[in-house]
């Protein structure tokens, strides 16, 4: 569904991802790990279109959109939340979703019509204030939830657009355990018609959800492999987990 091919991004002299390749399958349950520095961050925007690569391609679903903005790649089926929450403060929670589902829908260029005016829309926003556990929220202003709800309702508007690929940038960064518990639910409980990428600094977050997991370290890949690998791997425990194998 997602593939990287030898992806190169410099900055001036810094080059920040050499050379990295990664296949993600349908259904896929791949993460991204490593230190600060390690080009997580600019990996994520050359997949989806925030900034264009200096070498390499990518594909989504088997078609090349190396050259395709962000807004072309989400409507090929790629979605994506952000570390910082990006959302309409001011608007409900009801509100943000059925902005996203317009959106989403292709309907958000007729900025006249009325959202409630929209067929079978009001229920498309319930059902999926329900996918994200926030139904009992529809009409709270979404400035006044708690952050670990404001990551849920994000998760909602990416989801919004029906990917079929969703990248997820720290989705559980910055949060209380009780709130890094529900999120991982969450995320894990996600349709098997979405394949996943997500970067995380939890690694018992990466480990419950992954089924596979690239390690990255100074922009390059360090090891990839399933979690059993991963763990067992000493080039990893010396390197981004900071232990020696007794």
């Not at 929209?118 to 556990?133: I, K, N, Q, Y």
């Not at 990917?163 to 997820?168: A, E, K, N």
């Not at 979405?194 to 992954?210: G, T, W």
Request: hydrophobic share 45%; net charge positive; proline share 5%.
């Amino acid at each position: 569904m997602l593939e990287a091919r030898d992806l190169g991004k410099s900055f001036g002299a810094l080059e920040v991802t050499r050379g990295i390749s990664l296949r993600l399958p349908p259904g896929a349950r791949h993460a991204i790990v490593g230190p600060n520095g390690s080009g997580k961050t600019t990996l994520f925007n050359l997949l989806a279109g925030e900034l264009a690569p200096d070498r390499g391609r990518v594909l989504l679903d088997g078609h090349d959109v190396t050259r395709l903005g962000p807004d072309a790649r989400a409507r090929r089926g790629l979605g994506r939340s952000f570390q910082k929450s990006d959302l309409f403060p001011d608007l409900s929670v009801r509100e943000n979703l059925a902005v996203a589902l317009a959106i989403g829908e292709r309907r958000g260029a007729v900025f006249w019509r009325p959202f409630a005016g929209l067929p079978g829309h009001a229920e498309a926003t319930a059902a999926l204030a329900r996918r994200v556990g926030l139904e009992a929220l529809l009409d709270q202003p979404a400035r006044t939830l708690a952050y670990g709800t404001q990551r849920q309702l994000e998760l909602g508007m990416a989801l919004a657009g029906a990917p079929r690929v969703l990248l997820l940038d720290e989705p559980t960064a910055g949060m209380s355990a009780e709130e890094t518990h529900a999120m991982t639910a969450l995320v894990a409980g996600l349709s098997r018609s979405i394949a996943l990428l997500i970067v995380e600094h939890d690694m018992e977050v990466v480990f419950e959800i992954a089924e596979r997991i690239t390690v990255l370290d100074r922009g390059a890949v360090l090891v990839e492999g399933t979690p059993a690998e991963v763990r067992g791997s000493e080039l990893v425990r010396r390197r981004y987990l900071g232990e020696r194998r007794r």
